[in-house]
């Protein structure tokens, strides 16, 4: 199982928006939110807490052409994935939709499966870019430019390449434990002769770094053989 995935749905037509949000919801994948106009979602997107890693955005809104709105979204700085939904009439237009920033686009009338495939498509994609970002406890995890933020209490810490590399792999499991070998192993390869007192010190270094109280870690904790990262950590402190 993954961790949910928070996305945003912009679309004034409240039957279609209802269903769409029900239908990311009941798939387990993703946390659906869904607003009626480009202003509700620039006001959900200011929120100093909120994350969304994907927008599904409806090009004809009733206060913003949804094209225009997705290019200020990246002229904001906005890098996720965006998803647009077109009106049948709307088909020439595409073109324009992808120009102003949008990844991809969907048809109406939406098909879900179709819908769910390209969320998720773009969202791998994204995961392996240089813009992607995670949440770790009170941090927003940049691997690219190996930096946790934690924005309320105005922090940066720097990593090094090892250290940002635990973190993405501890990441990617979800809060469930990583044995020390398979650490070693996907980190410093396999014809590596590292032993695990090198992780052990590259994890104390890690602690120093982003525990509050490292003698008493709440974000990487030690498990029998191997580590992982809290789940209050990864799903935003109800896990
Ligand atoms: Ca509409």
Redesign the pocket.
Known sequence: MSTPRPILIV???AALRASLTDQFESDGDFIAEGVETAREAEAKLACVDSRYDAIVL?????DADGREFCAQLRRDGRRMPIIM?T?ADEEQDIVRGLDSGANDYIAKPVRMSELLARVRAQLRIFDNSEDAVFTIGPYLFRPSARLLHDAARNRKVRLTDKECTILKFLYRADGKAVAREVLLNEIWGYSSAVSTHTLETHIYRLRQKIEPDPTHARLLLTETGGYKLATAALHGGNG
């Open positions: 679309e004034d037509d409806d090009i004809g809104l009733p939904l009106g």
